[in-house]
């Protein structure tokens, strides 16, 4: 067996991580079933990572102890009734992983709890650090030890450092740990912080990956004064499915004290002179899951919104316009009322394939990504297709699914991507490829429509997809700002490695 014949093949962009917080209101112990509310929303963020999970838990009263389970995999199988039972607590914090920074061994599963002087401490962290080399060489030097490359490893370290205001006598002052962390790590990172009977959620001062909070209501009567606790979350897609209503976005440079009376912002750091905001633009067109909520909208409208400017950027005349399921469908909705071209669905797409272990043979592996998707004939044979994906990355998926529907009887298949051509990396969370592997580096639109079996191909301009994502947010011209990096090439910051 040649050793290629292992690869998988790889599509799209690998997922970045998820962070989930839950506290009980008090008084203690709570009647909430705290672990299961954090575990329903860890399975609500998995989409953002499946490599490992964990959960962290407190009772509130002994800062020594906090009840840990972390494993490797998906998190039903990390999960059962025994280690449920264990994890009773009034307050916890959970993370599900894609490795960025450090191999994907169970030794850099998130939360990572250390125990200080003042107690135990538990972070789990969205984000890559891009100064990391430089803030490990300074914790480095002031006698701290790591025990893993990860950047998180680092985050929670450098939160064990005294702030430089000096000693704190009754008890750490966290809320001046945590500025000094967010001064000498700018970027990138969603955090949150547990301890004994309080948590922090942060948010970098670019706002570059999202958290947001929601309050536990009563089930049998949804009062919007009462509140039974408090989550924070990556996204806010799980909230209903977790008995929470939406409350908002925890802010750019934010610090949010969450305890068993509610929250409160406790500072909000502002960035490096003359920087703009940065908020991660592909969250909106392809990380986040569609009933998310940014910047006071729906991730789902907005990528129907790229839909009708690609409409409009890129018509071409055709039968039906449909979409590469999942995350191009919203897009494709969009582009067919703009075009007034109707939609209907062509591939079926096999949820169950997920990330697999098996690996292919050489025969199986040549049919690549086609193996996930079956085209509906009925809806193919004869016509002219728009097909609408939300992503072009290495250009593996593109081309076995037009052969499948070339060969359920297509006539012409146009391809319009609702997002601009991919061509740099990403140091902020996100497993980009490599520059060479980016396919739109390599082929011009026509190359690739030619090598994919297009008709046509055209993707969505950057100032398309920018005046999509901001066509309905409701704020002042400086308080919006996104990171268009892998896009662009302007990143906020470059890292130091
Ligand atoms: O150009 P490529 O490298 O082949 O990758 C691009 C594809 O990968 C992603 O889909 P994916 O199948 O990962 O997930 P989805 O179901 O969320 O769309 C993306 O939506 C594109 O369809
Ligand atoms: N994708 C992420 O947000 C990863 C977080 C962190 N850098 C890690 O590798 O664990
Ligand atoms: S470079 Fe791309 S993926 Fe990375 S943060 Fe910026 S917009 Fe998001
Ligand atoms: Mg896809």
Not at 29 to 35: F, I, M
Not at 58 to 71: A, I, R
Not at 402 to 408: E, S, T, W
Not at 454 to 476: F, P, T
Request: charged residues 25%; aromatic residues 6%.
């Amino acid at each position: 067996m040649d050793c290629n014949d292992k690869k998988k093949v790889l599509t799209g962009l690998t997922h970045e991580c998820g962070v989930f917080g839950c506290m009980a209101r008090g008084p203690w112990p709570t009647q909430l079933d705290v672990p299961q509310v954090i575990c329903l929303g860890l399975i609500a963020l998995q989409h953002r990572g499946q490599e490992s999970a964990g959960i962290v838990t407190s009772e509130g009263k002994c800062s020594k102890k906090l009840n840990v389970k972390k494993g490797m995999g998906m998190i039903s199988n990390i999960f059962n009734d025994e280690s449920m039972q264990k994890l009773k607590g009034n307050l916890g914090i959970g993370h599900t992983r894609y490795s960025t920074s450090a191999a994907s061994e169970e030794i850099n599963c998130q939360p990572f709890v250390v125990h200080t002087g003042h107690g135990a401490l538990a972070v789990a962290h969205n984000g890559e650090l891009v100064n990391s080399e430089a803030l490990r060489r300074m914790v480095l030097s002031r006698g701290v030890g790591l025990s893993t490359h990860s950047d998180s490893e680092l985050i929670t370290q450098a939160l064990c450092l005294n702030p430089p205001e000096g000693e704190e006598e009754s008890g750490p002052d966290m809320p001046a740990r945590i500025r000094h962390l967010m001064q000498l790590a700018p970027l990138s990172y969603s955090l949150v912080i547990m301890m004994k009977d309080r948590m922090y959620g942060v948010r970098d001062p670019y706002g570059n990956r999202p958290l947001c909070l929601g309050k536990i209501v009563p089930v049998d009567h949804q009062n919007d004064n009462e509140a039974d606790g408090w989550v924070i979350s990556s996204e806010s897609c799980g909230f209903l499915s977790i008995g929470a209503r939406y409350v908002r976005e925890v802010l750019p440079g934010e610090i949010v004290e969450i305890t068993d009376k509610g929250c409160k912002t406790k500072d909000i750091v502002p960035r490096p002179e003359g920087k703009a905001l940065a908020f991660c633009i592909f969250e909106y067109v392809y990380f986040a899951r569609a009933d998310s909520m940014f910047e006071g909208q729906m991730v789902y409208s907005v990528r129907m919104q790229c839909g009708k400017m690609l409409a409009r950027e890129a018509y071409v005349d055709a039968d039906i316009v449909s979409s590469v399921p999942e995350s191009g469908t919203a897009a494709a909705h969009g582009f067919s009322k703009e075009s007034g071209i109707p939609f209907a669905e062509v591939l079926c797409k096999n949820r169950y394939i997920g990330r697999t272990f098996i690996q292919p043979s050489t025969r199986l592996r040549q049919l690549g990504v086609a193996k996930k998707f079956g085209a509906i004939e009925a809806n193919v044979a004869e016509k002219k297709i728009i097909l609408i994906d939300d992503s072009i990355v290495r250009g593996n998926t593109i081309g076995p699914i037009i052969k499948l529907l070339k060969d359920a009887g297509a006539k012409e298949v146009h391809v319009r991507i609702a997002s601009p051509a991919l061509r740099y990396p990403c140091y902020m969370g996100i497993n980009i490829p490599t520059t060479e592997e980016l396919i739109a580096n390599r082929l011009d639109n026509i190359k690739l429509a030619d090598h994919a079996g297009a008709d046509s191909l055209a993707y969505l301009s950057v100032e398309g997809l920018i005046k999509a994502v901001r066509w309905k947010i409701k704020k002042g011209k400086n308080d919006i700002g996104h990171c268009t990096a892998c896009l662009t090439g302007e990143y906020p910051e470059l890292p130091d490695w």
